[in-house]
């Protein structure tokens, strides 16, 4: 059983060169030269992407989340700018460097977008940010484009609220609903949930182990896995790993800053009996920090066979 570790976004070991900077839309127009603004920190963003996928690839990191932000504004009605003829060659070029590396790439909007919504306002912002995140990974052509979407809304009760995510799927693109994978929550959703909307839908699911633990109404995990695992058909399904800010149910839902090594080692027991390769997405505060202090630990108190940076074999 082959298990590659990931991270996403921001990496910790370069955060001192500000790779990725943002641009209100308050402050685009302060600038009275906004789109000059804008464009300065769209090449900005996109040279740091270069580096961080440089840094990723040095280090054996075989996996990554981008940035959803890396376009200021792209999405935001009031500003007229054809950012894709802009970046477009830029990102093939980036995107040839990904395919080159086999790196695995995917995106996870921020928790604005929420396609089962029932504001119509916030469904429709939704589907123009993922038409803008399904944009990005084609100029990059990333082979097998990923976004990651939680269900959403519980708003009138689980039912509905999946009744309405199924709706608005629908509404999507042909070419998007195929990049689309959906996780369970940690309030709401769970993987018995989570896991039903996927197989009607046909997409493939994301466990997150955390959120799980946080929300499971008592469904075993093992029985679970096996359809979770099956959703993917023969691409290697993807899991997300994180530790509790602290053990206070106040903060239990947050995420930790590292991961806990032995409640990872434990997981990794859970995942052994089914012998599936897997890609791990750490999600710490502390990003490829966490992922490499994990590293270090499970070499320390396992006998993982390491073979790379980032990849063991159990």
């Given at each position: 059983m082959l298990v590659r570790l990931g991270y996403a976004v921001i990496s910790k070991t370069l955060e001192a060169q500000k790779l990725f900077r943002t641009l209100t839309y308050t402050n685009y127009l302060k600038e009275g030269t906004g789109t000059?603004?804008?464009?300065?920190?769209?090449?900005?963003?996109?040279?740091?992407?270069?580096?961080?996928?440089?840094?990723?690839?040095?280090?054996?990191?075989?996996?990554?989340?981008?940035?959803s932000s890396l376009i200021p504004l792209a999405t935001h009605n009031n500003v007229d700018y054809d950012y894709e003829s802009k970046i477009k060659d830029t990102l093939q070029h980036?995107?040839?460097?990904?395919?080159?590396?086999?790196?695995?790439?995917?995106?996870?909007?921020?928790?604005y977008c929420v396609l089962n919504s029932v504001r119509n306002e916030v469904v429709l912002a939704s589907i123009q940010t993922l038409k803008y995140e399904a944009s990005i990974l084609n100029m990059l052509k990333i082979k097998k484009p990923l976004i990651i979407l939680h269900v959403g809304s519980s708003e009138g009760g689980k039912e509905e609220g999946i009744k309405r995510?199924?709706?608005?799927?629908?509404?999507?693109?042909?070419?998007?609903?195929?990049?689309?994978?959906?996780?369970?929550d940690d309030k709401v959703y769970n993987i018995k949930d989570t896991l039903s909307l996927c197989e009607d839908l046909e997409v493939p699911m994301i466990l997150d182990y955390h959120h799980h633990i946080c929300n499971n109404d008592n469904l075993d995990i093992n029985t679970y896995l096996p359809k979770i695992f099956a959703t993917w058909q023969k691409a290697t399904p993807k899991i997300h790993?994180?530790?509790?800010?602290?053990?206070?149910?106040?903060?239990?839902?947050?995420?930790?800053?590292?991961?806990?090594?032995?409640?990872?080692?434990?997981?990794?027991?859970?995942l052994k009996k089914f012998n599936q390769d897997v890609d791990i997405m750490i999600e710490a505060k502390m990003k490829d920090e966490a992922l490499?202090?994990?590293?270090?630990?499970?070499?320390?108190?396992?006998?993982?066979?390491?073979?790379?940076?980032?990849?063991?074999?159990?």
């Open positions: 000059k603004k804008l464009e300065e920190i769209i090449l900005h963003n996109l040279n740091g992407l270069e580096e961080i996928l440089k840094y990723n690839v040095k280090n054996n990191i075989h996996f990554y989340r981008l940035s980036i995107g040839s460097y990904i395919n080159a590396n086999n790196l695995r790439i995917d995106t996870h909007p921020d928790q995510f199924k709706h608005n799927f629908l509404k999507l693109d042909n070419e998007i609903r195929k990049m689309i994978a959906i996780e369970n790993f994180s530790s509790p800010k602290s053990k206070l149910k106040r903060d239990f839902r947050a995420h930790h800053d590292y991961i806990n090594v032995q409640d990872f080692i434990a997981f990794m027991q859970i490499f202090r994990l590293v270090r630990e499970l070499k320390y108190l396992t006998n993982y066979n390491f073979i790379d940076d980032t990849s063991f074999i159990i």
